[in-house]
T-cell receptor, first 118, second 113 residues
């Protein structure tokens, strides 16, 4: 158990709909990352938040948005869903308490949220 | 940005044999290289990592080597067991992309009895 909790584990929804995926990071971790995993694209970085603020942005579609709340949990919102959005969405977290460190903090992954768009 | 290439995409070995998975990265400023194991239906699990100030690291049957000059790093699993069967991902971070991880495309390892 990595300590990163994601809900829901499975979700089936129709095209055009909107869903929210939720993530609770490991206790004390300040950074939250969202990754998308599909069969043909591997693990793709979407976005990172650090202590409530957006820190890095990857290949995240405009239809997707995320936020990190004061209690450090995070939500990934996916709207106007298309069939191609079907994937496994992972949340990950790392401590990053030493802000002089630009990398090297161990990143722990949750078990993922399976999204199927029909 | 960073680009990580991983080979082979599939690897089949006999139980007890060694397995080697290789990755190359493009950003010479990257300085952190973890390896993750992903079992079916589960999230990636960190199994070993190495930082750029170290050339080799070992943890029981698993070892990782890093060649900064050539910008490649490798995962070595000795005395493979059936429970080692999974998908393995290499990753890199610390360069221009900060501490987000850029992943390789994965290696499906199958350990046969």
């Amino acid at each position: 158990d990595s300590g990163v909790t994601q809900t829901p584990k499975h979700l089936i929804t129709a095209t055009g709909q909107r869903v929210t995926l939720r993530c609770s990071p490991r206790s004390g971790d300040l950074s939250v990352y969202w990754y998308q995993q599909s069969l043909d694209q591997g693990l793709q970085f979407l976005i990172q938040y650090y202590n409530g603020e957006e820190r890095a942005k990857g290949n995240i579609l405009e239809r997707f948005s995320a936020q990190q709340f004061p209690d450090l949990h995070s939500e990934l919102n996916l709207s106007s869903l298309e069939l191609g959005d079907s994937a496994l969405y992972f949340c990950a977290s790392s401590s990053d308490r030493d802000r002089t460190l630009s990398s090297g903090n161990t990143i722990y992954f949750g078990e993922g949220s399976w999204l199927t768009v029909v | 940005g960073e680009n990580v290439e991983q080979h082979p995409s599939t690897l089949s070995v006999q139980e007890g044999d060694s397995a080697v998975i290789k990755c190359t990265y493009s950003d010479s400023a990257s300085n952190y290289f973890p390896w993750y194991k992903q079992e079916l239906g589960k999230g990636p699990q960190l199994i070993i990592d190495i930082r750029s100030n170290v050339g080799e690291k070992k943890d029981q049957r698993i070892a990782v080597t890093l060649n900064k000059t050539a910008k490649h790093f490798s995962l070595h699993i000795t005395e493979t067991q059936p429970e080692d069967s999974a998908v393995y991902f290499c990753a890199a971070s610390g360069g221009i992309g900060g501490n987000k991880l850029t992943f390789g495309t994965g290696t499906q390892l199958k350990v046969e009895l």
